[in-house]
């Protein structure tokens, strides 16, 4: 997962729903603390000693032993990667002309290094301490997984049915790695994972001091391209130097490329952002954002939002040198240098104007750009009110007050897969956690344990509300 956090300034703001959180039932919450804690001691890192079908048949063990047939819990593992299996698991409704809705987490994990962390915190050891649950992937994403797969379960043994199904898919290598499981399932499974619609990471509740500030849907995310930086020259000893330098070259166009900036362009889920983010910031800065969403071209207020990071890779693709190499010899006039230069592009952004406009920015210093791949595309999930309404209704119900945030990711998440394949992606969870302190693929990694349960209480709610339906008389 990529984690982009908002950095925003808040002030005067009521302190939303404390203590007024309904949380699920007592013996749900002791379901899903003992599925997350199975989850995260198997480790599903992307090693030799990783093994995602390891944890895929855990959940499904506590499906099957709550009474789900082995025809709607099965356990999918390629043929040529037996450690990369997934679990997609089946709630029936009552309608099968209606398309299901699909609860996306990824149960493999980013590495970590036992030295890495704190000495009292083994990595692959599901520690509960302070009020926290502590862990590799507590928040991303294995609390995701064991919610979901507790909810179902839950919602099974009250005997409620939808009106679609309802159908869970805890998938491997969203970290990285050769298999990742959507495309695996959408290439080969395709009828296992087809949707009206998917919720998965990239959202969630954000906190600063106590206080909930927003739950942020990630209905956007960029695409992610790598461009190469190419200054050549014919080279030479270094004891006759001339002016013509490969490194010098690629020096002034990477540093021209420090001080370039894309075109703001907003789309329908920034122009969101930006609009609801307006009333949560202080004043100038949210004149800015209003100003910008009526007016793009407002080279004022852009010059007010750009210099947070935050923002600015909302307005525009962002373009930056990751990795510099040069030069073969300590004696000798470079021939060769290079840079590799990551860009996050807006989803709306014609990677090939991407390529063209840093060109034109690097020619004038005889450096020669080019694609280092290609850009996966990755539209924007439209913000329906069949989606946001019940959102924005159990958001006000558990924390009044709150304002639900549409978001664009700057990172990457899995539903780039799905949402290319026409299936919209709304990453939404109810799990809040401190804006300032975000641990995901990071030392000591851990979720406050009232978040954990306030978020499988809200997505209990979300879904029931999203599939329709009701008990079964």
């Known amino acids: 997962m990529g984690v982009a956090v908002l950095t925003v300034v808040f002030g005067g703001l009521p302190a939303a729903g404390l203590g007024a959180q309904t949380l699920p039932p007592d013996a749900d919450r002791t379901l899903a603390r003992t599925i997350l804690e199975e989850l995260v001691e198997i480790n599903t890192t992307n090693t030799d000693a990783g093994d995602n079908t390891a944890a895929a048949r855990a959940a499904a063990r506590y499906l099957l032993d709550a009474g789900f047939s082995a025809e709607d819990v099965q356990v999918v593992v390629p043929d040529d990667a037996p450690t990369k299996g997934n679990l997609v698991a089946r709630l029936r409704g009552r309608n099968p002309a209606l398309k299901p809705i699909l609860l996306l987490a990824h149960i493999d994990v980013v590495q970590a290094l036992p030295e890495d962390w704190s000495a009292d915190l083994p990595p692959f050891e599901f520690i509960e301490r302070d009020g926290f649950f502590y862990g590799r992937g507590v928040t991303d994403d294995k609390d995701e997984a064991a919610i979901h797969v507790a909810n179902l379960i839950r919602m099974k043994r009250e005997g409620f049915v939808p009106e679609r199904d309802i159908v869970v898919a805890l998938t491997a290598d969203e970290e990285g790695g050769p298999r990742n499981g959507v495309e695996f399932l959408l290439t080969e499974h395709r009828e296992l994972v087809d949707a009206a619609y998917a919720l998965n990471e990239g959202g969630g509740g954000m906190e600063r001091n106590g206080r909930k500030i927003s739950n942020n849907v990630q209905a956007s995310e960029k695409k992610y391209l790598n461009f190469t930086f190419d200054g050549t020259n014919p080279g030479g000893h270094s004891s006759l130097p001339v002016r013509k330098n490969a490194i010098y070259d690629l020096a002034r166009a990477l540093a021209a490329l420090q001080d370039y900036e894309m075109p703001v362009m907003l789309n329908e889920v920034t122009e969101a952002f930006f609009s609801r ?47 510099l190499e040069g030069g073969h010899a300590p004696n000798a006039l470079p021939q060769l240098a290079r840079a590799n230069v990551n860009c996050r592009i807006l989803p709306d952004h014609d990677p090939d104007d991407v390529l063209a406009r840093l060109q034109e920015l690097a020619a004038p210093f005889d450096v020669s750009v080019a694609m280092a791949g290609t850009a996966r595309p990755s539209p924007p999930s439209p913000l329906t009110d069949e989606v946001l309404g019940p959102i924005e209704r159990i958001t006000n119900e558990m924390w009044p007050g709150v304002t639900v945030l549409p978001i664009m990711s700057t990172g990457a998440t899995d ?3 799905l949402r290319r394949e026409g299936i919209p992606v ?37 879904v029931k509300a999203l599939a329709g339906g009701g008990v079964a008389e």
């Open 415 to 417: 539903a780039l897969y």
């Open 426 to 462: 709304y990453g939404v969870s109810g799990l809040f956690g401190d804006m300032d302190d975000v641990r995901a693929h990071g030392q000591d990694e851990r979720i406050r344990i009232e978040a954990f349960f306030e978020g499988q209480e809200f997505l209990y709610r979300l």
């Open 277 to 323: 983010s307006a009333d949560l910031v202080d004043a100038a800065t949210g004149d800015a954002m209003r100003r910008i969403v009526a007016d793009p071209g407002d080279a004022e207020a852009a010059a007010v939002l750009a210099p947070d990071p935050a923002y600015n890779s909302r307005l525009r693709t962002t373009c930056v040198a990751t990795i």
